[in-house]
């Protein structure tokens, strides 16, 4: 998939990797990028090719009016996401649900909303910003990994449900970004612009999967062993001051 002359919306594009897939989009050439926000006042673009529009992931009648209000996309983007730090066991129980509201049934909920746009016109693509958390756990991302693990999956199946409309879905899979998200994470953190970088690199050769940097990477490769061999590495690194 070319993105140069599509149509494409980002969630959650007010900052971060959101922020970074609009200003990447339209370097490369895409015509118009439908940039979303809960408050879509913050969105401060100057390219006439950006059109702000209220979306929230948790609000079925913002998503709606946007798949309404947008007929003419081509590519959807999914990046909006929250992290609340809720503990699984112990934490707020409306704060773990909020997780998966946002992370798993939002997300659903705008594919379904825009897969028949996509499908009308031409079958375009969608991206779903995912997480090495996807596939692994640490004490204080219970609630966050296991809302972008049923995210992962449900991007696998809507990627074989929408196949036959044509819709290219990829997922894409990093660590730690420099951004607002994860301002409390000491570890190393990435450019977000390598994301939508690797994405839409992807995307033009048809990658269905995108492993942004070599920490998911090497959590990727983890999962092919034994489990208490790699959360015993896990402990011995997150121990390290």
């Known amino acids: 998939m070319n993105v140069t002359d599509q149509i494409a919306l980002v969630t959650g594009a007010n ?3 959101g922020r970074q897939f609009v200003l990447e989009l339209l370097e490369r050439g895409a ?40 007929r003419d996309v081509t590519l959807l983007v999914n990046n909006a996401g929250i992290s609340t730090g809720a503990a699984l066991v ?15 049934w939002g997300t659903l ?3 379904r909303a825009f897969a028949p746009v996509l499908a009308v016109n031409g ?6 910003v995912l ?4 596939w692994f756990a640490t004490p204080s991302s219970g609630s966050y990994s296991a809302a972008k693990a049923a995210e992962w999956n449900m991007t696998n199946g809507v990627r074989l449900e929408l196949a036959a409309q044509g819709t ?17 994470y000491d570890g190393p953190k990435i450019d977000p612009r390598e994301v939508p970088r690797r994405s ?28 208490a061999t790699f959360y015993a590495q896990m402990a011995e690194l997150l121990s390290v001051d």
């Open 200 to 227: 839409l690199d992807g995307l033009a050769v048809g990658s269905i999967e995108v492993i942004v940097d070599d920490w998911t990477a090497m959590v990727k490769a983890s999962l092919a062993g034994d489990p």
């Open 31 to 70: 015509s118009k990028v439908y940039a979303t926000a809960r408050r879509p006042e913050t969105l401060d673009f100057d390219d006439s090719r950006v059109v702000p529009l209220h979306l929230d992931l948790v609000d079925p009648g913002s998503v709606v009016a946007a798949a309404a209000a947008a």
């Open 168 to 184: 290219l879905v990829q997922g894409v899979l990093l660590g730690a970004a420099d951004t607002d998200i994860s301002a409390g």
């Open 131 to 134: 997480s090495a958390l996807s």
């Open 109 to 111: 909920r705008v594919i």
């Open 90 to 104: 112990t934490g707020d129980l409306d704060e773990v649900r909020r997780e998966m509201d946002t992370h798993f």
């Open 123 to 128: 079958g375009g693509g969608i991206v779903n």
């Open 15 to 17: 900052r971060g990797i």
